[in-house]
């Protein structure tokens, strides 16, 4: 089955407590995505990889860092969270970047 | 300042109603997706629509890309309470940056 699966689902930590939010895809995508999504904001895209080795910033990247060693894994590294990344983060990935992106659940943090 | 708005944010009607919300911008794009997410779900691809004026159907669903390509709407005919969720519309801007744009969304919610 085609899927996008995040890890965890949810979370709280304390303020400057690093954590890693895991994304893996099995449809060998090239374009992945990470988002957050926050009440009358929409999804907002914080940072994207057009291939393995290749990332790039979105609209809201500060305080958040990725990488992509691979072509399936694409973590999101909060290097010292605070409360105001409290959110609902979703990845994606899709073929390219203008083509259906396949979302996984979701990860709620919670950041006190 | 949103790239993509949406109209209305909120809509709370009784079933077998019509309704149509809107996705306006003032930038040009190259295609336009909806999706719909339902709670604790990422969002689900419902359509993409690609040429100017294009009409797309889905059930009771009418999607419809501006002939300008800077808008789009979505109708649905005799609302269902299954029809409740969260709908956003997003974008690939012609002259933008490597990501889709997504709207605010719509959180629509249909009343037995």
């Known amino acids: 089955e085609a899927q996008v699966t995040q890890n965890p689902r949810y979370l709280i930590t304390v303020t400057g407590k690093k954590l890693t939010v895991t994304c893996s895809q099995n449809?060998?995508?090239?374009?992945m995505s990470w988002y957050r999504q926050d009440p009358g904001l929409g999804l907002r895209q914080i940072y994207y990889s057009m291939n393995v080795e290749v990332t790039d910033k979105g609209d809201v990247p500060e305080g958040y860092k990725v990488s992509r060693k691979e072509k399936r894994n694409f973590p999101l590294i909060l290097e010292s969270p605070s409360p105001n990344q409290t959110s609902l983060y979703f990845c994606a990935s899709s073929l390219d970047r203008a083509t259906e992106a396949f979302f996984g659940q979701g990860t709620r943090l919670t950041v006190v | 300042t949103q790239l993509l708005e949406q109209s209305p944010q909120f809509l709370s009607i009784q079933e077998g109603e019509n309704l149509t919300v809107y996705c306006n911008s003032s930038?040009?794009?190259?295609?336009l997706q909806w999706y719909r997410q339902e709670p604790g779900e990422g969002p689900v691809l419902l359509v993409t629509?690609?040429?100017?004026?294009e009409v797309k159907k889905l059930k009771r669903l009418t999607f419809q890309f501006g002939d300008a390509r800077k808008d789009s709407s979505l109708h649905i005919t005799a609302a269902q309470p299954g029809d409740t969720g969260l709908y956003l519309c997003a974008g690939d801007e012609i002259r933008g940056a490597q990501k889709l744009v997504f709207g605010q969304g719509t959180r629509l919610t249909i009343n037995p």
């Open positions: 930038s040009v794009f190259s295609s």
């Open positions: 449809m060998n995508h090239e374009y």
């Open positions: 629509v690609v040429t100017g004026g």
